[in-house]
């Protein structure tokens, strides 16, 4: 009876995923002008989370589909890149979705060596290097890359703009970048849950779950780090758990526990059980289980070359849009 209820199901737009039942059993320390996230604390949730490699792969769908739908848009691009950089890389996620058509080498970055190994052992269609690099420190030169992707680790980034940044000066002119993040809305009804819980039983809340961003942020920092030709979009991924324990106990098993500086060190014990209770009346499925929405906000930007497009003048219009529709 257990394993049936730790069966999850993937929610799509355009179709529905089963996933399989689970059986249970070098980063700069150079100061930041605005820190958010302990970034220490993550690479030890990272390490940790990829030592378990039975664990870890159990809960690999999320990131695997996320990474999918990263590598969908890499194929819209009708070229065939030589090297392309996985920026946040994981244990490899988008590896698992590209092919020699697509692209010849793919360097997997990312600031846990342990995750960056745990499936060093497995072959992949395209050559890959792997290098330990921090997110918020690239080592790589300016124009010296075709296209770098990344999938779910940005939201970990203390100094976002300053990221995308470092990632358009390293791109090649009309080089491509295309990324996704955690939307503001992912896992709000645990946040919510959790606050109110923490609210009854504490007098008081804490962060529980990591700040997030939106589109419209979004939007505006690609622009502001001078990428042209910009795309944002945003879709939701809903799974449903048993309660909110196996919620968290994936999201541990993922890696993606809370690194916020200010949380507090220990939930306790009759909050949880508060929150699992409130979880479930105020957001609980028909069939008892509870949902957890992942907004995720993809995005693309061009490194501007001379063969960019550029707006047409202002006027220089030739057709009325009020006789086009």
Not at 12 to 28: G, I
Not at 54 to 80: C, Q
């Amino acid at each position: 009876m257990l394993s049936l209820w730790r069966q999850r199901l993937i929610t799509r737009t355009n179709a529905t995923l089963r996933l399989p039942l689970k059986s249970y059993s070098t980063v700069s320390s150079s100061p930041l002008a605005f820190q958010v996230f302990d970034r220490n604390v993550k690479k030890m949730q990272k390490d940790r989370a990829a030592s378990d490699k039975e664990e870890s792969r159990v809960v690999d769908y999320l990131k695997d589909e996320v990474a999918a739908r990263v590598s969908d848009r890499l194929l819209d691009i009708k070229r065939e890149f030589g090297t392309v950089v996985d920026l946040g890389s994981g244990c490899g996620h988008i590896v698992k979705h590209v092919d020699s058509d697509m692209l010849q080498k793919l360097i997997m970055c990312d600031m846990s060596e342990k995750a960056l190994y745990r499936d060093a052992d497995q072959n992949y269609e395209v050559n890959v290097e792997r290098q330990v690099v921090d997110e918020e420190y690239l080592p790589f030169k300016e124009n010296s890359l075709e296209a770098v992707v990344s999938s779910l680790s940005l939201n970990w980034v203390n100094d976002l703009p300053g990221a995308l940044i470092q990632i358009r000066q390293s791109l090649k002119p009309d080089g491509v970048f295309i990324g996704a993040m955690f939307g503001g809305d992912t896992l709000f009804e645990l946040r919510t849950s959790l606050q109110l819980a923490e609210t009854e039983r504490e007098s008081g809340i804490s962060p529980r779950v990591s700040p997030m961003t939106d589109s419209s942020d979004i939007s505006r920092l690609l622009s502001r780090a001078g990428f042209t030709l910009t795309t944002v979009d945003v879709d939701e991924i809903q799974v449903s758990y048993p309660s909110a324990f196996e919620l968290m106990d994936d999201l541990r098993a993922m890696g993606e526990s809370n690194a916020v500086l200010s949380r507090r060190p220990l939930l306790k014990r009759d909050t949880l059980l508060a929150a699992a209770s409130i979880y479930k009346e105020l957001h609980g499925n028909e069939d008892g289980s509870i949902p957890a929405t992942f907004q995720i906000i993809y995005m693309i930007g061009w490194e501007p070359s001379e063969t960019t497009p550029l707006p047409k003048k202002r006027g220089s219009a030739n057709a009325s849009l009020k006789d086009v529709l």
